[in-house]
């Protein structure tokens, strides 16, 4: 079973321009979250989708951010324009629609580590 | 606001033992959960406490006391491989999302 994948790993922009990051959950997860770690800080939930619908995005910063998850398969979250304290690495994740324990158990990509300059 | 503690470095030996605190102040709690993250790599999940008690999952083995806002992870036998970052992190909505404590670094010396 693939796990979870992202793209790009690295991703290096000027401030003022626009990056789409991508997120390929595991395949059959509805849920699908993004994180993001800001160099030395804890890491911050930012949106949740369930399927192809938003149930929670209380962590997106700002309008600059806008994610999409387009017929429930693969997200991309769009930072624009990009501002220095964009600067971080971005987790995605996706977990099983299931009650219990089980849904807790979220698996993650390895993330995309965005600068911007 | 919303918080959880962990130490930031704990540093133990090859073949013992080490417990990684975490404690929380959330506005809501469901469980707690663990997860281990090497240098660039993703966070991988470990464990997941929603009752009091202790959990074990072969070498590793996880707590929660709920009335203390409180958990630890225990890690037995270690090896050089356990060297990481170990978060927890709570689960304080019914929408999954997670809470993170900042992380401890685990250095392993032979």
């Known amino acids: 079973e693939a796990g979870v994948t992202q793209f790009p790993s690295h991703s290096v922009i000027e401030k003022g321009q626009t990056v789409t990051l991508r997120c390929d959950p595991i395949s059959g997860h509805d849920n699908l979250y993004w994180y993001r770690r800001v160099m030395g800080k804890e890491i911050k939930f930012l949106l949740h989708?369930?399927?192809?619908?938003?149930?929670?995005e209380s962590g997106m910063p700002n309008n600059r951010f806008l994610a999409e998850r387009t017929g429930g398969t693969y997200s991309t979250l769009k930072v624009q324009p990009a501002e220095l304290e964009d600067s971080g690495v971005y987790f995605c994740?996706?977990?099983?629609?299931?009650?219990?324990?089980?849904?807790?158990?979220?698996?993650f990509g390895p993330g995309t580590r965005l600068t911007v300059t | 606001g919303q918080s959880l503690e962990q130490p930031s470095e704990v540093t133990a030996v090859e073949g013992a033992i080490v417990q990684i605190n975490c404690t929380y102040q959330?506005?809501?709690?469901?469980?707690l959960s663990w997860y281990q993250q090497h240098d660039g790599g993703a966070p991988t999940f470990l464990s997941y406490?929603?009752l009091d008690g202790l959990e074990e999952t072969g070498r590793f083995s996880s707590f929660l006391s709920r009335s203390d806002s409180y958990g630890y992870l225990l890690l037995q036998e270690l090896q050089m491989k356990d060297s990481a970052s170990y978060f927890c992190?709570?689960?304080?909505?019914?929408?999954?999302?997670?809470?993170w404590g900042a992380g401890t670094k685990l250095i392993i010396k032979p």
């Open positions: 406490n929603a």
């Open positions: 994740a996706s977990s099983q629609s299931v009650r219990g324990r089980k849904a807790y158990e979220q698996y």
């Open positions: 992190a709570v689960a304080s909505g019914s929408n999954y999302q997670l809470i």
């Open positions: 959330t506005s809501g709690f469901y469980g």
């Open positions: 989708f369930v399927k192809e619908s938003k149930q929670d």
